[in-house]
């Protein structure tokens, strides 16, 4: 007992100094410093954008109606007169937390069913892989136009329908993670002396699992929102007057010749947050990827 306390120690000591290793390869790769510095200024203009600018996002005004970019309006004025700018900013809460919660919803239930799978096996793991086959099967927009014709159109659904097509990727890779490390000495020895399934799976395997779960995370966020920018460029998502990116495109789609500022701003918005966000998940690849760090 004593030596399988001391080598579990051992082993989450080891484990630690790994992901302070990785940490600190991090903060040494110049464009994923860029990238999450850039992240971060962007959350913070979403939270802010109610005190950043004098305008409310919903606010009307016909005689403002598409006004170039000018001192009082930077991004110029939508076909309502309501202030781009505003919009754009407080676009940024919806794009980023449809992002985050889709890919929660996929990380969970891909989470759980991909440590079932590779950790139980036998014909449980064949029921549950051929499901993320099937999925697979269909590509992920049309995946979650299907869940969106299901459910409805709304924002919420969207982040289901988006999330859920997500889940194989998590599934897959938790299912590799956990086949690779069930048969790993100390979790023998944990089974040995009757510890639970559940602990050693939260415990003893999901710890030296998460690495690469993370950084397909990050990844997957970005994804998620270029997603709902198609989603709810559909119309399949977010109804106006929210001031989503993709809707913004989709409203401002018939006023590009009069009006190009419509398109430009929520257009380099949506490109600048999913390049941070691959540069910062490229980085976090690099960083936990002991093969490279070697190099």
């Known amino acids: 007992m004593h030596d399988l306390s001391s080598g579990t120690l051992a082993r989450h000591s080891k484990a630690e100094s790994q992901t ?13 410093v860029v990238g999450l510095i850039v992240l971060l200024l962007l959350i913070f ?17 016909a005689m403002a109606a598409l006004q170039s970019p000018s001192r009082d309006h930077p991004f110029g004025t939508d076909l309502f007169g309501r202030d781009q700018l505003t919009r754009v900013l407080r676009g940024g809460r919806i794009s980023l937390m449809v992002g985050l919660v889709a ?15 590779g950790y139980r096996g036998g014909w449980i793991d064949e029921v549950i892989s051929r499901t993320y086959d099937i999925m697979l099967a269909f590509p992920g927009i049309l995946l979650a136009l299907a869940i969106i014709a299901v459910l409805g159109p709304n924002l919420f659904n969207l982040m289901i329908a988006i999330g859920i097509g997500t889940v194989p990727a998590f599934g897959r890779l938790t299912r590799g993670q956990f086949l ?8 023998v020895a944990a089974r040995t002396i009757g510890v639970s399934d559940v602990r050693i799976l939260a415990r003893h395997i999901l710890p030296n699992a998460m690495a690469p779960i993370i950084v397909l995370m990050t990844l997957s966020v970005a994804g998620a929102i270029l997603a709902s920018a198609a989603l709810n460029y559909l119309g399949l998502g977010a109804s106006p007057p929210t001031p989503d990116w993709g809707l913004m495109l ?8 009069h009006g190009w500022w419509l398109v430009l701003f929520p257009g380099v918005a949506i490109m600048i947050t999913v390049i941070a966000i691959n540069a910062l998940g490229d980085g976090l690849r690099d960083a936990f990827d002991p093969w490279i760090r070697e190099k």
Not at 23 to 30: A, G, M
Not at 180 to 187: C, E, Q
Not at 250 to 257: D, K, L, P, Q, T
């Open 103 to 117: 890919v929660s919803i996929g990380t969970s239930i891909g989470l759980i069913t991909g440590a079932v799978a």
């Open 250 to 257: 989709a409203e401002s789609r018939n006023y590009i010749r």
């Open 20 to 32: 302070v290793a990785s940490l600190k390869e991090l903060i040494r790769i110049p464009y994923a």
């Open 45 to 61: 203009f979403a939270i802010a954008s109610p005190y950043l600018t004098p305008y409310e996002y919903d606010r009307l005004d």
């Open 180 to 187: 690779s490390l069930r048969g790993a000495d100390y979790v």
